[in-house]
């Protein structure tokens, strides 16, 4: 098959496209800004609707209109962006709306730089707004998964009406590599949404409501009990993961997105140099694959997690680990990417 040279915000836009996305919302900002700019193009060339909003806080509310009524819809931003998005995606969880949101992180905290980062990654795995709810989170780590992952995206959201990020960063959505459109899975979507408000046509003439306002604490809390089970399906059947190099491996890295990338780099040298390194890689941070990597770090002299951050994600994987060997972290901020080399140089230190 044909494979054409794209860059990442650029293949994520045309997977949406793809996938049936039609309603595209957000407001430019630095690094993901090729992705409004292609969708301003292709909307109008596939009959869909593009609409730069006046602010992030706006775009969200947008996304909930369109989604409230059944369509496929997107918005992408950077960190800032996705804080200021972060009260409509919580509304969005609790009206159990399906949504695709992208964040190209960048360095933080407040306006920060332009360059890669890691450091949403409590934000994303959290909820991030108020209340108790949970998104789904990807974490491609090529510009192909990437757009397959947004491919897939819409799917999930639709079959658990949810919303699902796609936590990038800014090397992600800049770099270029060859993308194969047509091995990009898109499953024909589900027309029949029985909730969303399109009007009615059933025999008792009842009509859907889309709302998060609960009044009653008792009523609220049934809702909540009810939105905690689907969380379990899902965290049951929507993780993700690979093992690299792990069959023989003594330490084993764990990282995602951009950094897992690099982390393949470490491992190869590391080999190259007679010292047994492997590598976890979560393709969802929420669900996270706990189970998964507390087998995988089962006779291991250590665990590294590697992160673009001053250390997130190695929360969860103290967690997973559960003292089963050392757990240790090594990482970069503020849009710094640190390099196969120093990763291998840790590795020396503490195995």
């Known amino acids: 098959m044909a494979k054409v040279l794209m860059k990442g915000n650029e293949a994520i836009a045309e997977a949406a496209i793809l996938a049936g996305c039609r309603f595209y919302f957000g407001y430019p900002i630095t690094p993901q800004n090729e992705i409004p700019e292609y969708m301003s193009r292709r909307m109008r060339e596939v009959g869909g609707t593009f609409l730069q909003a006046e602010s992030e806080v706006a775009a969200i509310n947008m996304v909930y209109g369109a989604a409230g009524c059944g369509k496929r819809v997107m918005t992408s931003s950077s960190s800032p962006g996705i804080s200021l998005k972060q009260e409509g995606l919580s509304y969005i969880a609790g009206a159990e709306l399906p949504c695709v949101v992208v964040n190209m992180v960048r360095g933080g905290p407040g306006l920060g730089g332009i360059q890669p980062a890691q450091s949403d990654y409590y934000q994303a795995t959290r909820g991030g707004g108020h209340g108790d709810y949970r998104m789904i989170v990807y974490t ?6 990437a757009a397959e992952m947004v491919a897939k995206a819409f799917t999930v959201a639709d079959r658990y009406r949810i919303g699902v ?18 091995a990009i899975k898109v499953e024909p979507e589900n027309t029949k949404k029985l909730w969303a408000t399109t009007g009615t046509d059933s025999k008792d003439g009842k009509r859907s409501v889309v709302n998060s306002l609960y009044i009653d604490p ?5 809702v909540n009990q009810r ?3 689907k969380y379990d399906v899902i965290a049951a059947y929507e993780t993700e993961y690979e093992e690299y190099m792990l069959d023989d491996a003594d330490v084993m890295l764990v990282a995602y997105g951009t950094t897992a990338r690099i982390c393949k780099s470490a491992v190869a040298k590391a080999r190259e140099e007679g010292i047994k390194l492997g590598l ?17 770090a089962e006779g291991k002299k250590a665990v590294i997690s590697v992160e673009m951050s001053l250390g997130q994600m190695v929360d969860d994987v103290r967690i997973a680990v559960n003292g089963k060997c050392p757990v240790h972290f090594t990482g970069r901020t503020g849009g710094v990417i640190p390099t196969p ?3 291998l140089d840790y590795v020396k230190e503490v195995r």
Do not use: C, H
């Open 140 to 145: 491609p780590s090529t510009v192909q998964e």
């Open 165 to 182: 990020m796609i936590l990038g960063d800014g090397m992600i959505g800049q770099i270029m590599e060859p993308v194969d459109l047509e």
């Open 218 to 222: 008792n009523e609220l809390e049934v």
């Open 227 to 229: 939105l905690e089970a």
């Open 280 to 296: 976890f890689r979560p393709k969802t941070v929420w669900p996270f694959p706990y189970d998964a990597l507390a087998k995988a």
């Open 341 to 343: 080399k120093e990763i």
